[in-house]
Protein backbone atom coordinates (compact mmCIF):
# COMPACT_ATOMS: atom_id res chain seq x y z
CA UNK A 1 0.00 0.00 0.00
CA UNK A 2 1.57 3.79 -0.72
CA UNK A 3 1.75 5.39 2.35
CA UNK A 4 3.34 8.85 3.08
CA UNK A 5 1.09 8.70 6.72
CA UNK A 6 3.26 11.02 9.13
CA UNK A 7 5.53 11.98 6.77
CA UNK A 8 6.60 16.18 5.76
CA UNK A 9 7.58 16.23 2.62
CA UNK A 10 8.99 19.33 0.59
CA UNK A 11 8.40 18.71 -3.13
CA UNK A 12 11.16 20.88 -4.97
CA UNK A 13 10.06 22.13 -8.83
CA UNK A 14 12.83 23.37 -11.17
CA UNK A 15 12.05 24.42 -14.76
CA UNK A 16 11.50 22.07 -17.41
CA UNK A 17 8.01 21.44 -18.91
CA UNK A 18 7.43 18.52 -16.94
CA UNK A 19 6.85 20.48 -14.04
CA UNK A 20 3.30 20.05 -14.92
CA UNK A 21 3.08 16.64 -13.95
CA UNK A 22 4.37 17.91 -10.17
CA UNK A 23 0.78 19.01 -9.92
CA UNK A 24 -0.86 15.59 -10.33
CA UNK A 25 2.47 14.22 -8.04
CA UNK A 26 1.73 16.89 -5.59
CA UNK A 27 -2.26 15.60 -4.93
CA UNK A 28 -0.51 11.73 -4.88
CA UNK A 29 1.52 12.73 -2.17
CA UNK A 30 -0.97 14.01 0.19
CA UNK A 31 -3.39 11.40 -0.84
CA UNK A 32 -0.70 8.94 0.76
CA UNK A 33 -0.61 11.12 3.79
CA UNK A 34 1.89 13.26 3.28
CA UNK A 35 1.93 16.82 4.79
CA UNK A 36 3.59 18.56 1.22
CA UNK A 37 4.96 21.96 1.16
CA UNK A 38 6.05 23.17 -2.25
CA UNK A 39 9.12 25.26 -2.97
CA UNK A 40 10.14 26.49 -6.80
CA UNK A 41 12.86 27.50 -8.51
CA UNK A 42 12.51 30.58 -10.36
CA UNK A 43 12.52 28.78 -13.93
CA UNK A 44 10.44 26.95 -12.57
CA UNK A 45 7.85 29.84 -12.64
CA UNK A 46 8.28 29.97 -15.83
CA UNK A 47 6.52 26.81 -16.66
CA UNK A 48 3.68 26.66 -13.90
CA UNK A 49 2.48 28.87 -11.43
CA UNK A 50 2.44 29.05 -7.89
CA UNK A 51 -1.19 29.50 -7.20
CA UNK A 52 -1.86 25.83 -8.88
CA UNK A 53 0.52 24.34 -5.70
CA UNK A 54 -1.00 26.83 -3.11
CA UNK A 55 -4.55 25.57 -3.92
CA UNK A 56 -3.21 21.76 -3.72
CA UNK A 57 -0.85 22.13 -1.32
CA UNK A 58 -3.10 23.82 0.67
CA UNK A 59 0.07 25.73 1.91
CA UNK A 60 1.67 29.01 0.38
CA UNK A 61 4.56 28.34 -1.96
CA UNK A 62 8.11 28.89 -1.54
CA UNK A 63 9.97 30.75 -4.32
CA UNK A 64 12.66 33.11 -2.66
CA UNK A 65 15.15 32.76 -0.28
CA UNK A 66 15.35 36.06 0.82
CA UNK A 67 11.65 36.65 1.11
CA UNK A 68 11.30 38.55 4.61
CA UNK A 69 7.65 37.39 4.93
CA UNK A 70 7.95 33.85 4.60
CA UNK A 71 11.05 33.83 6.79
CA UNK A 72 9.11 35.35 9.41
CA UNK A 73 6.81 32.26 9.07
CA UNK A 74 9.31 29.43 8.68
CA UNK A 75 12.87 30.64 7.83
CA UNK A 76 14.81 28.25 5.46
CA UNK A 77 17.23 26.88 8.19
CA UNK A 78 13.91 25.47 10.02
CA UNK A 79 11.80 24.49 6.30
CA UNK A 80 15.21 22.47 5.59
CA UNK A 81 14.57 20.55 9.39
CA UNK A 82 11.20 20.41 8.99
CA UNK A 83 11.38 17.97 6.32
CA UNK A 84 11.56 14.20 6.29
CA UNK A 85 11.96 13.81 2.04
CA UNK A 86 13.06 16.72 0.03
CA UNK A 87 11.99 15.36 -3.30
CA UNK A 88 13.02 17.49 -6.23
CA UNK A 89 10.67 16.93 -9.49
CA UNK A 90 11.14 17.48 -12.10
CA UNK A 91 14.91 18.17 -11.62
CA UNK A 92 16.60 19.69 -14.26
CA UNK A 93 20.10 19.22 -15.86
CA UNK A 94 21.05 22.80 -14.22
CA UNK A 95 19.39 21.59 -10.68
CA UNK A 96 21.28 18.68 -10.94
CA UNK A 97 24.78 19.91 -11.59
CA UNK A 98 24.45 22.88 -9.11
CA UNK A 99 23.39 19.85 -6.38
CA UNK A 100 25.98 17.70 -6.94
CA UNK A 101 28.43 20.85 -6.73
CA UNK A 102 26.85 21.78 -3.32
CA UNK A 103 25.60 25.41 -4.51
CA UNK A 104 23.51 27.22 -2.15
CA UNK A 105 22.21 30.04 -5.14
CA UNK A 106 18.80 30.10 -4.34
CA UNK A 107 16.01 28.58 -2.17
CA UNK A 108 15.50 25.23 -3.30
CA UNK A 109 19.09 24.55 -3.80
CA UNK A 110 20.01 25.68 0.27
CA UNK A 111 17.60 23.58 1.58
CA UNK A 112 19.07 20.82 0.04
CA UNK A 113 22.50 22.10 1.41
CA UNK A 114 20.75 22.81 5.05
CA UNK A 115 18.47 19.98 5.36
CA UNK A 116 19.13 16.62 7.47
CA UNK A 117 16.39 14.85 5.15
CA UNK A 118 16.65 12.77 2.65
CA UNK A 119 17.18 14.10 -1.10
CA UNK A 120 15.54 12.68 -3.88
CA UNK A 121 15.61 13.84 -7.53
CA UNK A 122 13.73 12.89 -10.26
CA UNK A 123 15.26 13.89 -13.82
CA UNK A 124 13.95 15.68 -16.24
CA UNK A 125 15.67 16.23 -19.78
CA UNK A 126 16.39 15.92 -23.53
CA UNK A 127 17.63 12.70 -23.98
CA UNK A 128 20.59 14.23 -25.42
CA UNK A 129 21.49 16.37 -22.41
CA UNK A 130 21.04 13.29 -19.85
CA UNK A 131 23.55 11.58 -22.15
CA UNK A 132 26.47 14.08 -21.88
CA UNK A 133 29.46 13.43 -20.01
CA UNK A 134 28.45 16.23 -17.60
CA UNK A 135 25.12 15.21 -16.63
CA UNK A 136 26.33 11.42 -16.26
CA UNK A 137 29.31 12.65 -14.00
CA UNK A 138 27.08 14.63 -12.16
CA UNK A 139 24.20 12.05 -11.71
CA UNK A 140 27.16 9.38 -10.08
CA UNK A 141 27.89 12.52 -8.09
CA UNK A 142 24.52 12.69 -6.60
CA UNK A 143 24.48 8.93 -5.63
CA UNK A 144 28.10 8.82 -3.88
CA UNK A 145 26.62 11.19 -1.97
CA UNK A 146 23.28 9.13 -0.53
CA UNK A 147 20.74 11.09 -3.22
CA UNK A 148 18.27 9.47 -4.47
CA UNK A 149 17.78 9.25 -8.21
CA UNK A 150 14.49 8.20 -9.50
CA UNK A 151 14.37 7.48 -13.28
CA UNK A 152 14.39 9.21 -15.93
CA UNK A 153 11.65 7.04 -18.26
CA UNK A 154 12.92 6.49 -21.57
CA UNK A 155 10.40 7.41 -24.66
CA UNK A 156 8.92 10.20 -26.70
CA UNK A 157 10.05 13.79 -25.40
CA UNK A 158 8.35 17.19 -25.67
CA UNK A 159 11.01 18.24 -28.45
CA UNK A 160 10.44 15.26 -30.43
CA UNK A 161 13.43 13.57 -29.79
CA UNK A 162 13.25 9.74 -28.46
CA UNK A 163 15.24 8.35 -25.68
CA UNK A 164 15.78 8.65 -21.91
CA UNK A 165 15.27 11.45 -20.14
CA UNK A 166 11.98 11.92 -19.49
CA UNK A 167 10.46 12.22 -15.69
CA UNK A 168 9.44 9.31 -14.48
CA UNK A 169 4.87 9.19 -14.14
CA UNK A 170 3.73 10.96 -10.80
CA UNK A 171 2.40 7.53 -9.88
CA UNK A 172 6.11 5.59 -9.97
CA UNK A 173 7.59 9.06 -8.12
CA UNK A 174 5.26 8.89 -4.76
CA UNK A 175 5.46 5.06 -5.53
CA UNK A 176 9.37 5.30 -4.98
CA UNK A 177 9.63 8.28 -2.20
CA UNK A 178 6.64 6.37 -0.18
CA UNK A 179 8.89 3.12 -0.47
CA UNK A 180 12.10 5.01 1.21
CA UNK A 181 10.28 5.22 4.32
CA UNK A 182 8.60 1.32 4.12
CA UNK A 183 6.41 2.82 6.43
CA UNK A 184 3.14 0.25 5.54
CA UNK A 185 4.06 -1.89 9.28
CA UNK A 186 1.40 0.48 11.71
CA UNK A 187 0.33 3.11 8.65
CA UNK A 188 -3.07 4.63 10.63
CA UNK A 189 -2.71 2.43 13.38
CA UNK A 190 -3.73 3.91 16.47
CA UNK A 191 -1.15 3.48 19.33
CA UNK A 192 -1.08 4.34 23.01
CA UNK A 193 2.11 4.72 24.89
CA UNK A 194 2.72 5.36 28.72
CA UNK A 195 6.15 6.13 29.66
CA UNK A 196 8.45 7.96 32.82
CA UNK A 197 7.35 7.45 36.56
CA UNK A 198 4.57 8.40 37.64
CA UNK A 199 4.52 11.00 41.27
CA UNK A 200 2.70 10.07 44.89
CA UNK A 201 2.39 13.14 46.90
CA UNK A 202 3.00 12.28 50.12
CA UNK A 203 2.33 16.69 50.96
CA UNK A 204 2.82 19.63 49.05
CA UNK A 205 5.90 19.57 48.24
CA UNK A 206 7.00 15.72 48.58
CA UNK A 207 6.45 12.42 46.47
CA UNK A 208 7.29 8.86 45.83
CA UNK A 209 8.60 7.94 42.39
CA UNK A 210 11.64 6.39 40.91
CA UNK A 211 14.57 6.51 38.84
CA UNK A 212 12.81 5.99 35.05
CA UNK A 213 13.90 8.57 32.85
CA UNK A 214 10.70 7.67 30.18
CA UNK A 215 13.44 7.34 27.57
CA UNK A 216 12.26 3.91 26.63
CA UNK A 217 8.87 5.06 26.18
CA UNK A 218 9.66 8.43 24.02
CA UNK A 219 11.95 6.71 21.61
CA UNK A 220 8.88 3.94 21.28
CA UNK A 221 6.74 6.76 20.42
CA UNK A 222 9.02 8.24 17.94
CA UNK A 223 9.51 4.57 15.82
CA UNK A 224 5.81 3.74 16.43
CA UNK A 225 5.26 7.74 15.15
CA UNK A 226 8.07 6.63 11.90
CA UNK A 227 6.12 3.67 10.89
CA UNK A 228 3.10 5.46 10.50
CA UNK A 229 0.95 5.20 13.69
CA UNK A 230 -1.07 7.91 15.09
CA UNK A 231 0.71 8.33 18.24
CA UNK A 232 -0.53 9.39 21.96
CA UNK A 233 2.01 9.19 24.74
CA UNK A 234 0.96 9.64 27.97
CA UNK A 235 3.28 10.39 29.92
CA UNK A 236 4.86 11.29 34.05
CA UNK A 237 7.17 13.74 34.54
CA UNK A 238 10.24 13.72 32.65
CA UNK A 239 12.95 16.09 31.68
CA UNK A 240 12.50 15.49 27.68
CA UNK A 241 11.07 16.70 24.12
CA UNK A 242 8.18 15.11 23.14
CA UNK A 243 8.67 13.70 19.41
CA UNK A 244 7.48 15.64 16.33
CA UNK A 245 3.89 14.75 15.52
CA UNK A 246 2.97 12.96 18.59
CA UNK A 247 0.05 14.23 20.88
CA UNK A 248 1.44 14.09 24.61
CA UNK A 249 -0.67 14.12 27.46
CA UNK A 250 1.35 15.26 30.67
CA UNK A 251 0.53 13.14 33.99
CA UNK A 252 1.70 12.91 37.28
CA UNK A 253 0.09 10.71 39.65
CA UNK A 254 -0.95 6.78 38.79
CA UNK A 255 -4.64 7.54 39.04
CA UNK A 256 -4.28 10.37 36.50
CA UNK A 257 -2.63 8.08 34.16
CA UNK A 258 -5.43 5.41 34.74
CA UNK A 259 -7.85 7.76 33.56
CA UNK A 260 -5.59 9.04 30.94
CA UNK A 261 -5.68 5.33 29.20
CA UNK A 262 -9.13 4.57 29.84
CA UNK A 263 -9.91 7.68 27.27
CA UNK A 264 -7.58 6.49 24.80
CA UNK A 265 -6.54 2.62 24.95
CA UNK A 266 -5.94 3.00 20.96
CA UNK A 267 -5.50 0.00 18.71
CA UNK A 268 -2.37 -1.13 20.49
CA UNK A 269 -1.73 -0.23 24.21
CA UNK A 270 2.37 -0.15 25.05
CA UNK A 271 2.93 0.41 28.68
CA UNK A 272 6.51 1.58 29.06
CA UNK A 273 5.17 3.31 32.20
CA UNK A 274 7.15 2.56 35.65
CA UNK A 275 4.14 3.17 37.59
CA UNK A 276 4.34 3.31 41.44
CA UNK A 277 2.89 0.38 42.72
CA UNK A 278 2.07 2.01 46.09
CA UNK A 279 0.74 5.77 47.18
CA UNK A 280 0.72 7.07 50.36
CA UNK A 281 -2.82 6.53 51.80
CA UNK A 282 -3.59 10.37 53.03
CA UNK A 283 -1.78 13.23 51.21
CA UNK A 284 -1.06 16.31 53.93
CA UNK A 285 -2.84 19.17 52.79
CA UNK A 286 0.16 21.17 54.57
CA UNK A 287 3.74 20.17 54.66
CA UNK A 288 4.16 17.62 57.41
CA UNK A 289 6.78 19.04 60.13
CA UNK A 290 9.76 17.02 61.23
CA UNK A 291 8.81 16.66 64.88
CA UNK A 292 9.04 13.01 65.35
CA UNK A 293 12.39 10.75 65.52
CA UNK A 294 10.33 8.72 63.16
CA UNK A 295 7.74 9.05 60.54
CA UNK A 296 5.66 6.14 59.24
CA UNK A 297 3.74 6.58 55.65
CA UNK A 298 1.13 4.06 55.16
CA UNK A 299 0.46 2.82 51.50
CA UNK A 300 -1.87 1.68 49.72
CA UNK A 301 -1.36 -0.34 46.69
CA UNK A 302 -1.88 1.87 42.83
CA UNK A 303 -4.21 0.39 40.39
CA UNK A 304 -2.38 -1.75 37.35
CA UNK A 305 -3.02 0.32 35.16
CA UNK A 306 -2.03 -2.42 31.86
CA UNK A 307 -3.64 -5.11 33.78
CA UNK A 308 -7.08 -3.20 33.87
CA UNK A 309 -7.01 -1.84 30.18
CA UNK A 310 -5.64 -5.76 29.09
CA UNK A 311 -8.88 -7.02 30.77
CA UNK A 312 -11.46 -4.69 30.01
CA UNK A 313 -14.03 -5.78 27.52
CA UNK A 314 -12.51 -4.40 23.80
CA UNK A 315 -9.48 -4.40 24.96
CA UNK A 316 -6.70 -3.14 22.52
CA UNK A 317 -3.32 -5.37 21.86
CA UNK A 318 -1.78 -4.93 24.48
CA UNK A 319 2.05 -4.93 25.37
CA UNK A 320 4.00 -4.59 28.45
CA UNK A 321 7.75 -4.29 29.84
CA UNK A 322 9.06 -5.69 32.85
CA UNK A 323 12.05 -3.89 34.52
CA UNK A 324 13.49 -6.42 36.89
CA UNK A 325 16.56 -7.08 38.65
CA UNK A 326 16.20 -10.98 39.18
CA UNK A 327 14.85 -13.74 37.41
CA UNK A 328 14.36 -12.28 34.44
CA UNK A 329 12.37 -14.84 32.41
CA UNK A 330 10.62 -16.04 35.05
CA UNK A 331 8.85 -12.96 36.54
CA UNK A 332 8.12 -11.62 32.73
CA UNK A 333 6.54 -14.85 31.32
CA UNK A 334 4.30 -14.65 35.25
CA UNK A 335 3.38 -11.23 34.02
CA UNK A 336 2.36 -12.35 30.62
CA UNK A 337 -0.17 -14.64 31.64
CA UNK A 338 -1.40 -13.16 34.85
CA UNK A 339 -2.01 -9.71 32.85
CA UNK A 340 -3.02 -11.43 29.66
CA UNK A 341 -0.71 -9.48 27.57
CA UNK A 342 0.16 -10.35 23.72
CA UNK A 343 3.60 -9.46 24.07
CA UNK A 344 5.71 -8.34 26.81
CA UNK A 345 9.57 -7.20 26.40
CA UNK A 346 11.60 -8.01 29.71
CA UNK A 347 14.79 -6.44 30.51
CA UNK A 348 17.46 -5.78 33.55
CA UNK A 349 16.33 -2.68 35.33
CA UNK A 350 19.88 -1.63 36.50
CA UNK A 351 20.82 -2.02 32.79
CA UNK A 352 18.26 -0.49 31.48
CA UNK A 353 17.28 2.79 33.54
CA UNK A 354 18.43 6.53 32.90
CA UNK A 355 20.49 4.24 29.90
CA UNK A 356 21.20 5.84 26.25
CA UNK A 357 20.82 1.52 25.21
CA UNK A 358 19.38 -1.21 26.43
CA UNK A 359 18.74 -4.97 25.22
CA UNK A 360 15.76 -6.55 25.90
CA UNK A 361 14.19 -9.78 24.99
CA UNK A 362 10.50 -10.43 24.13
CA UNK A 363 8.21 -13.31 25.51
CA UNK A 364 4.12 -13.86 23.61
CA UNK A 365 2.30 -16.94 24.01
CA UNK A 366 4.21 -19.44 22.14
CA UNK A 367 7.42 -17.50 20.84
CA UNK A 368 10.51 -15.24 21.96
CA UNK A 369 12.57 -12.87 20.72
CA UNK A 370 16.26 -11.62 21.60
CA UNK A 371 17.42 -7.78 21.06
CA UNK A 372 20.77 -7.47 21.66
CA UNK A 373 22.21 -4.53 23.00
CA UNK A 374 22.20 -0.86 20.90
CA UNK A 375 20.94 2.44 21.12
CA UNK A 376 17.09 2.88 22.47
CA UNK A 377 16.56 4.39 18.80
CA UNK A 378 17.64 1.60 17.21
CA UNK A 379 15.82 -0.79 19.59
CA UNK A 380 12.40 0.79 19.72
CA UNK A 381 12.70 0.32 15.52
CA UNK A 382 12.82 -3.16 16.46
CA UNK A 383 10.81 -3.39 18.89
CA UNK A 384 8.03 -1.78 17.26
CA UNK A 385 8.52 -3.94 14.06
CA UNK A 386 7.73 -6.91 15.97
CA UNK A 387 5.03 -5.38 17.82
CA UNK A 388 3.44 -4.50 13.88
CA UNK A 389 3.94 -8.25 13.48
CA UNK A 390 2.40 -9.58 15.99
CA UNK A 391 -0.59 -7.16 16.04
CA UNK A 392 -1.12 -8.05 12.11
CA UNK A 393 -1.08 -11.93 13.05
CA UNK A 394 -3.65 -11.55 16.34
CA UNK A 395 -5.69 -8.98 14.03
CA UNK A 396 -6.02 -11.56 11.20
CA UNK A 397 -8.28 -14.44 12.67
CA UNK A 398 -10.56 -12.06 14.14
CA UNK A 399 -11.33 -11.16 10.34
CA UNK A 400 -11.24 -14.30 9.49
CA UNK A 401 -13.80 -15.30 12.13
CA UNK A 402 -15.93 -12.24 11.23
CA UNK A 403 -15.98 -13.11 7.93
CA UNK A 404 -17.05 -16.60 8.51
CA UNK A 405 -19.65 -15.14 11.11
CA UNK A 406 -21.29 -12.77 8.38
CA UNK A 407 -21.88 -15.67 5.96
CA UNK A 408 -23.86 -17.44 8.22
O1 LIG B 1 5.44 -3.21 37.83
P1 LIG B 1 5.33 -4.42 36.93
O2 LIG B 1 6.63 -5.17 36.82
O3 LIG B 1 4.14 -5.27 37.23
O4 LIG B 1 5.11 -3.79 35.46
C1 LIG B 1 4.84 -4.61 34.36
C2 LIG B 1 4.06 -3.82 33.36
O5 LIG B 1 2.84 -3.35 33.95
C3 LIG B 1 4.76 -2.61 32.78
O6 LIG B 1 4.44 -2.59 31.40
C4 LIG B 1 4.13 -1.44 33.52
O7 LIG B 1 4.07 -0.29 32.69
C5 LIG B 1 2.73 -1.94 33.84
N1 LIG B 1 2.18 -1.44 35.12
C6 LIG B 1 1.03 -0.67 35.11
N2 LIG B 1 0.48 -0.24 36.29
C7 LIG B 1 1.05 -0.54 37.46
C8 LIG B 1 2.22 -1.33 37.49
C9 LIG B 1 2.75 -1.75 36.30
O8 LIG B 1 0.52 -0.36 34.02
N3 LIG B 1 0.50 -0.11 38.59
Not at 26 to 46: F, H, N, Q, W, Y
Not at 96 to 116: F, M
Not at 170 to 190: M, Q, S, Y
Not at 322 to 329: I, P, Y
Request: glycine share 6%; with cysteine; hydrophobic share 45%.
Amino acid sequence: MLSLSNKQVILGITGGIAAYKAAELCRLLMKAGADVRVVMTPSALEFITPLTFQALSGNRVYTDLLDEEAEAAMGHIELARWADLILVAPASANFIARLAQGRADDLLSTLCLATPATIAVAPAMNQGMWNNASTQDNVSLLLDKGIQVFGPDSGEQACGDIGPGRMLEPEDIAREAAKLFDTGTLAGVNVTITAGPTREAIDPVRYISNHSSGKMGYALARAAMEAGAKVILISGPVALEPPPRVKLVSVESARQMLDACQVVPGDIFISVAAVADYRPETTATEKIKKNDKTMTLNLVKNPDILASISLSEKRPFCVGFAAETENLEDFAKKKLVDKKLDLIFANNAAQTFNSESALATAYWPGGEQEFPRSSKAVLTRDMIALIAARYRAAAKPAKKRSRKASKQ
